[in-house]
């Protein structure tokens, strides 16, 4: 059977830095740093609303996130600034290398999904504002189970909704908490490591794949077919 590839969204096919030229616009030097601890907040707030049982959608999370940093930074954006950066997050844009290496791939005859922490329906605007849906045979979100990754039981629906039994099934993903999950729930995990400076946590539990770009990732994937 085809192998699957479970893509991570944010991180790994969409840019969540894409925001950045409007935050320097409103708030100048500061929006790098800002930029850096909105998404991670969005990802904190995201773990301890799982750990706590009490799941939102994660739009809500990237709302709060927002609130923080104004608030940690003394950027008193007003509502209408929020609000633009908050819209900006529905359309950010994908990274440079995705379009050709998802293409690339489902020729070679992946069966190839977006598997997120955002909703389907926030999911299916990304991809397709960002030209790249078409290249995914489904959409996965964890709304579903009420919780975010790593909780192993989102990796398990996953590879239930994705009709995985029987054949190999691997997560993408740029973010290491979640290759490390992905592994842990007896995926296979490709890790984008887009910087020289990204360091994965040191669990000991290691990658299947490290890559720095997905067109890495592409010949990654097919000598390991062929070695397999």
Not at 76 to 100: I, M, S, T, W
Not at 164 to 190: C, E, H, K, R, Y
Request: hydrophobic share 40%; aromatic share 12%; proline share 4%.
């Amino acid at each position: 059977m085809a192998t699957t590839l479970a893509f991570d969204v944010y991180g790994t096919l969409i840019d969540t830095q894409g925001v950045l030229s409007l935050l320097e616009m409103m708030i100048g030097e500061a929006a790098p740093a800002f930029s850096q601890t909105w998404r991670s907040k969005q990802l904190e707030y995201s773990f301890r609303r799982g750990l706590m049982r009490m799941y939102t959608d994660f739009s809500i999370c990237t709302r709060d996130a927002l609130e923080y940093c104004c608030q940690s930074y003394q950027q008193p954006l007003n509502d209408a600034q929020k609000k633009q950066l908050l819209e900006f997050y529905k359309e950010l844009p994908a990274f440079p290398d995705v379009r050709a290496a998802l293409a690339e791939l489902q020729q070679g005859g992946f069966r190839l999904f977006a598997f997120s922490n955002g909703s389907a329906a926030t999911v299916e605007t990304l991809l397709q504002h960002a030209g790249i849906r078409q290249y995914f045979e489904g959409v996965v979100s964890v709304e579903e189970q009420r919780s975010f990754k790593p909780d192993p039981g989102v990796y398990s629906y996953f590879q239930r909704e994705a009709v995985t039994s029987g054949s190999p099934a691997w997560l993408v993903s740029g973010n290491s908490f979640d290759v490390i999950g992905a592994i842990a729930s007896g995926m296979q995990a490709a890790w984008v490591s887009r910087s020289p400076d990204a360091v994965f946590d040191p669990w000991g539990i290691e990658p299947t794949l490290t890559v720095s770009d997905l067109a890495e990732l592409v010949k990654a994937l097919r000598d390991n077919l062929q070695h397999s």
